[in-house]
């Protein structure tokens, strides 16, 4: 497949506390997840379930680590017709993982566990793939972790 949209940058898993203003270190607190997650998924995502009506195709290049995270990452962008053929899985590294913890005020603080998800590199570009491409989304901070 030679998809119109390409995103590509991180991937990631976020787990969230359930309650509002509990630090992450807090014992006996919950969290809900894992959910696909980083900039560049939710963005291919949402794109490729609001273009069906327009013809248009999407695909991802990114690292996830060759875990359970991993592929439910996959998954969700398979079953949301996402071209996942050049999602490479990193055999030496977990999946990234974002604990997001929300507060009243409306802010967030998270903790990140990099993993794979800035693993991309020049080498996982392939030309060809990008011969039918109308629009390309990197987020900056792919450019600066890869």
């Known amino acids: ?4 949209i390409i995103s590509l940058g991180e991937l ?10 509990v630090p992450h270190g807090k014992i006996g607190s919950y969290y809900k997840g894992p959910f696909p997650s980083g900039a560049p998924a939710i963005f291919i995502d949402s794109v490729a379930r ?28 398979r079953n949301d017709n996402v071209d996942t053929s050049k999602i ?8 990234g993982i974002a604990f997001n913890q929300s507060n009243f005020d409306n ?11 800035g693993q991309t590199s020049p080498d996982d570009i392939d030309e ?5 491409v109308k629009a390309l989304h990197i987020m900056g901070s792919s450019l600066s972790i890869s």
């Open 128 to 132: 060809e793939y990008f011969s039918n």
């Open 1 to 4: 497949m030679k998809p119109n």
């Open 12 to 21: 990631l898993v976020e787990i969230m506390r359930t309650e509002v203003d």
């Open 50 to 77: 609001l273009s069906v009506p327009f013809n248009l195709t999407t695909g991802f290049i990114g690292v996830v680590g060759n875990d359970e995270f991993g592929e439910i990452i996959i998954e969700k962008l």
């Open 107 to 117: 802010s967030r603080k998270f903790i990140f566990a990099a993993g794979a998800a």
């Open 88 to 95: 490479k899985v990193d055999k030496d590294r977990t999946t």
